[in-house]
Nanobody
Framework: QVQLLESGGGLVQAGGSLRLSCAAS????????MGWFRQAPGKEREFVGG????????IHSDSNKGRFTISRDNAKNTMYLQMNSLKPEDTAVYYC???????????????WGQGTQVTVSS
C-alpha cells in the first residue's frame, strides 16, 4: 500500500509560480499512474492532470494547458506539478493520487494524499 504526501503549497501572487511535490512511500512508485486533483471552496473536486508509469503526462483543462506541467522522478518516488502564471481561480487544495491502472480516469485512483493548500492572491 502506498502513502502519498504533498508539499510545496503556499501563498503566491497572481502571475507567480509554485511547484508541488508528491512523495510516495510504501509501494513501488514506478508502477503507478499518478494524478493531481484540486478542490476549491464550495466546488467539486477537479482533475488537473495525470502521468502514466511510463511518464506520459496530460493536463486535463484547456485553461491549465501551457501553464501546468506534470512530471515524475521514479528514482525519487516523487511526482511534481509545476504551476506557472498562477491565477486567483487556481486557489484550491491540491491532492495527489495513485492508481494501479494505466487508465486511471476509467478505473479510479486507489490512494490519496492529504492535500496541500495553494492560495493565489490578486
Amino acid at each position: 500500500q502506498v502513502q502519498l504526501l504533498e508539499s510545496g503549497g503556499g501563498l503566491v501572487q497572481a502571475g507567480g509560480s509554485l511547484r508541488l511535490s508528491c512523495a510516495a512511500s510504501g509501494g513501488t512508485f514506478s508502477r503507478y499512474t499518478m494524478g493531481w486533483f484540486r478542490q476549491a471552496p464550495g466546488k467539486e473536486r477537479e482533475f488537473v492532470g495525470g502521468i502514466t508509469d511510463g511518464g506520459f503526462s496530460t493536463i486535463h483543462s484547456d485553461s491549465n494547458k501551457g501553464r501546468f506541467t506534470i512530471s515524475r522522478d521514479n528514482a525519487k518516488n516523487t511526482m511534481y506539478l509545476q504551476m506557472n502564471s498562477l491565477k486567483p481561480e487556481d486557489t484550491a487544495v491540491y491532492y495527489c493520487a495513485a492508481s494501479y491502472y494505466t487508465d486511471a480516469r476509467l478505473y479510479g485512483y486507489q490512494y490519496w494524499g492529504q492535500g496541500t493548500q495553494v492560495t493565489v492572491s490578486s
